[in-house]
């Protein structure tokens, strides 16, 4: 392939041009002394994003630095003197060193600790090199502890990314609890489930929508990924149209001060090779800074016809002119191919066919993907004074993912001779514009000693877009012995049809965090929504439908009698517009959707603050769910209403300075209670929601100094059965179904230094004991999980 053959030619130039293009000042500050070191906590864990200031004899500031993620630091171009070191971080309490430099030297290998604030005695204060993160924006829109957030979040830092070697968002999203890959996509967005309730491939990222269902796209790129926030429960009061279950908000990385430089390069099982590119730090004029983050992946998989060629750039520019206001201006842009996969076709009593895991029975050369997006992103801030904080963000995506030649997709189950039925589908154009605006304004006040932390807020989505479609329909295949390449009759033009669909939506929203007396935190919160969504579907006549809802409210209660203990109940309601793409046999869109949820819950915090767990119980209702119409597969019905209920609970951080681990188990009691349509699905459990799923992932460093960098990791993921259903008469719903399984994984990493550069091997072993499994079920086919998976991985940073 092209894209494979100029790997090392992609690699080498980009490399080459941020290093030249930057690398001046520093050769030209060689002649001055240097000051470098390592800012580390009590239990020696790197702090990562800790304030550097270099002052001098007369308290000038010189200059200032961040640590970086393994809590390094370097000022370079220092004249001779001496200095005090100033460090500050969020939770420590800030700490001074000197040094005294003479002529033409350099003082390296400095190591500052901090110790605890004695407001909150945390060893814990970075999302990067570290387990458990403290404080979380994504329930709330500000930066909030997350012991004080009467709603339940998980947050999945960087350093697990890294240790487990995620690839895709659904296979981070695995350490959280109640949380399910699907298959809805078909491998090529990013799909699960939350408290049972299906994303329909909603994300957030920074805060901002993307929505694959409709869009389309490649799925969500790693290598420009800081963190990941799961709010579980309903989120509409700050973010408007969403799923009940939950949503996950996608933190991408923001440039440094410092700079730094990082090339993986990994090798995995099926001829897999992926290599990132991260660099970042100050670009040619004060106060700029920039970050380039590089992807590119070149993979076969162990399913037949099945592989991805691709490339993902991520460009950033943020000019910070004073400590008040801050622009950042984000751009992506990708290319290449992927390829749908409709996983293992069932067998007429509902299970997985008895077949080997790697047969596709699509044509080898249908279902590719060749696709094409890009984005612009601008946020913004600007602080009017201490306590109130005005921020807005604006972002444009374009998306073009149309399946050539032709798509291949399973109908119904495969017959007692081992024949197959399939569906053909044609689709010469798929692309999709949005654009959106959000605009928060932040307040801090106290009135009669109680203080308020107040937002409001206004956003504005806008989506449009356009394909078209035919269908044919390709021979039967033979399971057990395959016949590809017969000839088909292609298309009738005639029935070839144009969909034109969008959406224009409107928010405001304000919402209150008030602290009381006796530990008690409030929150409240209120949305009003005005949302038009057009839809021709099938039809010449383009239909639309208005919608202006009830306000969405939500409401919390938490109280935190020990520091290291909270009890918490909240209610909130939900509000999801009418789903794109999705038309009744009229022609009509569906109606939109509504959902109600009840929580109580526990947060504790162990060991002196380095662990935490979250344990919840919680009842969600949701109405007018969208489903495919039973008597003609092309369209939508809306069943009245279900309901999922359950109990989670999350587990992260350090048991000891050198053992780290994250995990959660989740019980899922999940049913749909009202379906008027024929046949009806009141009293089935909902698909894809497993009763009982859980993980648990753990990080062990040797502490003897002879070995000290060599890092031993162990886990398993398990999840008992899931369910889907089809009506092949439009009569009755058959059950399909994939059993329970439980696989194990492991790592081994060494990380070394050689004078300024770190560099780390690392290996994972995915399914360890080559376990055979199915990850999920659609109705007439499942997905079969990964064989044994080995993937080596070598990184240099400096």
């Known amino acids: 392939m092209l894209l494979g053959s100029n790997l090392i030619r992609w690699s080498f130039m980009i490399f080459a041009i941020v290093t030249f293009s930057l690398s001046p000042c520093s050769v030209c500050a060689q002649s001055s002394g240097r000051i470098a070191g390592t800012v580390v906590d009590e239990g020696g864990g790197a702090v990562t994003g800790a304030k550097v200031t270099l002052v001098d004899s007369v308290g000038t500031v010189q200059r200032t630095a961040s640590t970086d993620s393994n809590g390094g630091f370097s000022i370079s171009g220092v004249a001779s003197g001496a200095y005090k070191i100033r460090v500050e971080r969020k939770e420590f309490e800030a700490s001074e060193v000197t040094v005294d430099l003479g002529p033409n030297s350099s003082s390296e290998g400095l190591r500052i600790i901090l110790h605890v604030a004695a407001v909150r005695q945390s060893v814990t204060v970075s999302d990067v090199g570290v387990y458990l993160v403290p404080d979380a924006s994504g329930a709330t829109k500000t930066d909030t502890p997350i012991m004080q957030t009467p709603i339940s979040v998980q947050v999945i830092p960087q350093q697990v990314l890294s240790d487990q070697q995620a690839i895709r968002v659904d296979d981070a999203l695995q350490n959280v609890s109640g949380v399910i890959p699907t298959n809805d996509s078909y491998g090529t967005n990013d799909s699960f489930t939350i408290r049972g309730f299906d994303q329909l491939e909603m994300t957030y990222e920074d805060g901002l929508r993307l929505d694959q269902y409709s869009n389309g796209g490649f799925p969500l790129d790693l290598a420009n990924i800081e963190k990941i926030e799961v709010v579980k429960g ?96 984000q751009f992506m842009y990708a290319t290449g191919t992927i390829k749908t996969d409709n996983g293992i076709p069932l067998l007429m009593d509902g299970t ?138 292609p298309p009738d033009p005639a029935n070839n049809f144009v969909v034109h669909n969008g959406q224009q939506a409107y928010g405001a929203y304000f919402q209150d965090q008030i602290t009381l007396p006796a530990h008690l935190f409030l929150l409240a919160g209120l949305r009003f929504d005005r949302v038009d969504t057009y839809n021709n579907g099938y039809d010449p006549a383009a239909s639309s439908i208005h919608d202006s809802p009830a306000p969405t409210p939500r409401a919390g209660i938490l109280w935190q009698p020990l520091q290291a203990a909270s009890i918490y109940f909240s209610y909130s309601g939900n509000y999801g517009a009418t789903p794109l793409g999705s038309v009744t046999p009229d022609g009509k869109p ?130 008992t059965s899931e ?68 993937m080596p991985a070598i990184r240099v940073n400096f």
């Open 234 to 329: 309903p989120a509409s009061v700050l973010y408007g149209q969403a799923e009940p279950g939950g949503m996950v908000n996608i933190v991408t990385k923001r440039p440094l001060e410092q700079s730094h430089y990082s090339l993986q390069q990994q090798f995995g099982s099926y001829d897999f090779y992926r290599t990132t590119f991260d660099a970042t730090g100050p670009l040619f004029v004060k106060n700029l800074y920039y970050r380039f983050n590089l992807d590119y992946e070149n993979a076969n998989s162990f399913r037949d016809f099945i592989y991805t060629d691709q490339i993902a750039l991520f460009p950033t520019i943020e000019w910070k002119p004073n400590e008040r206001n801050q622009i950042m201006a």
């Open 352 to 489: 997985p066919a008895n077949v080997s895991i790697r047969n596709n029975y699509a044509e080898p050369d249908s279902n590719r993907v060749p696709t094409t997006q890009y984005s612009i992103k601008v946020l913004g801030s600007h602080q009017f004074s201490d306590n109130w904080k005005f921020t807005a963000a604006y972002k444009s995506g374009y998306y073009d993912s149309p399946v050539v030649p032709y798509g291949i997709f399973y109908i119904g189950d495969v017959d007692a001779n081992g024949d197959l039925q399939r569906f053909g589908a044609t689709e010469n154009y798929f692309y999709h514009w949005t654009h959106q605006v959000a605009a928060d304004l932040t307040g801090k006040f106290t009135i009669h000693g109680i203080q308020n932390t107040v937002l409001a807020g206004f956003d504005y989505y806008y989506q449009d877009g356009h394909y078209d479609a035919n269908f044919f329909f390709p021979a039967p295949i033979n399971i057990y012995n395959p016949v590809y390449g017969q000839p088909f009759d």
């Open 590 to 719: 569906l109606p939109p959707q509504s959902a109600q949820q009840y929580e109580f819950g526990v947060k504790t915090e162990w060991l002196n603050r380095r662990l935490s767990a979250t344990t919840s119980i919680y009842q969600i209702t949701k109405q007018n769910i969208p489903t495919t119409d039973p008597s003609n597969p092309l369209y939508s019905v809306a069943i009245g209403e279900a309901r999922s209920r359950g109990f989670e609970l999350d587990v992260s951080g350090q048991i000891t300075p050198n053992w780290k681990i994250i995990g959660g188990y989740s019980y899922i009691d999940c049913i749909t209670t009202k379906d008027d349509n024929l046949p009806s699905l009141a009293g089935l459990r909902f698909p894809g929601a497993p009763t009982n799923s859980g993980s648990l992932w753990s990080v062990y460093e040797l502490p003897d100094p002879r070995l000290k960098g060599l890092r031993f990791g162990a886990g398993v993921v398990g999840r």
């Open 723 to 790: 369910v889907a259903y089809e009506s092949p008469d439009g009569v009755t719903y058959l059950t399909d179904r994939i059993p329970g399984f439980a696989i194990m994984n492991a790592m081994v990493a060494y990380t070394w230094h050689w004078e300024r550069a770190t560099l780390s091997a690392q290996l994972n072993i995915d399914n360890l004991l080559n376990h055979r499994y199915f990850s999920a079920v659609n109705p007439g086919s499942a997905m079969p999980g990964a064989p044994i998976t080995v």
